[in-house]
């Protein structure tokens, strides 16, 4: 009966809410967005709002580029050129894609250097390198996590550690994967990672827009001050991150008696916009394209406006091997790992940060 309990049981999953001001010296908003490193999905919402200012739309449309390179050996990722040019040089993310990460072998790199595999026991052992067990794979060890620091390595190619590790990538565990790669960088002419990897199925990409108005948008009532709420004055922080999530989903929020899809109802006190923005990008977008965005968002009241917040919605691969940092994350059930920001008109604001099963509590 006890097992029949746990099986029925829905997985753990963790909501960390906090508040504070854009203008404050301690505040972690920066912080928190440059170490969420893989993201996929990006959304803003603005009520009383039917349609962005220009310089909101242009900076929407320079979200990318990303590219995808097909079939592209590991130990491509360790060369001292591959080093030199992209990894000293800006701010480089990549990961493997059409790969599952409690499935099959997975590989991140990290803006600071870090190279991190998530590999099955057969193949982890077959490399010949140094990791350790995976936290999500149960009694028996059968994934395991390698973390290889890119700068330390290119210290000195002749130490012993970059022979045995170039030698396990090129001879006796060659190991290919389909990236996707972003890079963040000044000064360098954009064709630099097209021609660089001329010799593999390189192609560039721009995220996906979808921009949409939402009509009669029922929306709760907020405190910036309170993230519990106030009995009939204002919606905590739990019923908004909800609400927000029914209408990402494009979920009707009137519990219409009729309506067999959802139940769900807009959280009282609440309030209807009369038009609300809705905008999605869709691609791999580098955390310092979101921090622009996070900027430009916090601007948008610094003319008088109708609406009382903004929010910004940020999602993470799902089969990504970290999460924030350094973080192991697993997949589970849903793989997901996302955060939120309400900013409010007085640049307040609430940061919501959710996790599954398979993740340390956010930073």
């Known amino acids: ?19 504070s ?7 972690r908003h920066k912080h928190l967005v440059e170490t969420h490193y893989h993201n996929y999905r990006v959304s803003f919402l603005i009520p009383e709002c039917g349609l962005l200012s220009k310089k909101l739309k242009d900076l929407v449309m320079e979200m ?8 592209l050996p590991l130990h491509e990722l360790i060369t001292h050129e591959f080093i030199n040019t992209f990894v000293k040089k800006g701010s480089l993310s990549a990961l493997t894609y059409n790969t599952s990460i409690d499935e099959d072998n997975t590989v991140a790199l990290l803006p600071n250097g870090k190279l991190i595999l998530s590999l099955d ?7 010949g390198l140094q990791g350790h067990p995976s936290r999500y794979s149960g009694r028996k060890s059968m994934r395991f996590i390698i973390s290889i620091d890119l700068m330390d390595l290119s210290l000195n190619l002749d130490s012993k550690k970059y022979r045995r590790i170039s030698w396990s990538f090129k001879e006796k565990k060659p190991l290919k994967f389909d990236f996707l790669l972003a890079w963040h960088h000044t000064g360098t002419e954009e064709s630099t990672m097209m021609s660089y990897f001329s010799k593999y199925q390189i192609r560039e990409h721009q995220p996906k827009v ?69 905008c999605t990008i869709t691609g791999f977008v580098l955390p310092e394209k979101i921090l622009v965005l996070l900027e430009q968002l916090c601007h948008y009241f610094d003319e008088p406006k109708l609406a009382p917040w903004v929010t910004l919605t940020v999602q993470g691969f799902a089969d990504s091997p970290v999460a924030w940092r350094e ?35 956010p930073p």
């Open 121 to 127: 026991k057969d193949t982890y052992e077959e490399t």
């Open 210 to 278: 979808a921009l949409s108005t939402v009509r009669d948008l029922q929306c709760p009532v907020l405190q910036s001050s309170s993230l519990a709420g106030e009995p009939e004055e204002a919606c905590n922080a739990l019923e908004f991150f909800d609400w927000l999530g029914a209408v990402f989903c494009n979920a009707d929020l009137n519990n219409e008696p009729h309506n067999f899809i959802s139940t769900y109802c807009c959280p009282q006190p609440n309030t209807v916009a009369a038009q609300a923005c809705l």
């Open 1 to 19: 009966m006890a097992t029949l309990r746990r099986l029925q049981e829905a997985p753990r999953h963790l909501l960390v809410c906090e508040k």
């Open 64 to 71: 990318g580029p990303y590219y995808s390179v097909k079939k």
């Open 327 to 361: 973080k192991e994350h697993g997949f589970h059930k849903g793989g997901e790992h996302l955060y939120n920001f309400v900013v409010f008109n007085n640049q307040d604001y609430w940061l919501q940060m959710a996790v599954g099963a398979n993740d340390d509590c």
């Open 21 to 27: 001001n854009f203008g404050h010296d301690k505040s």
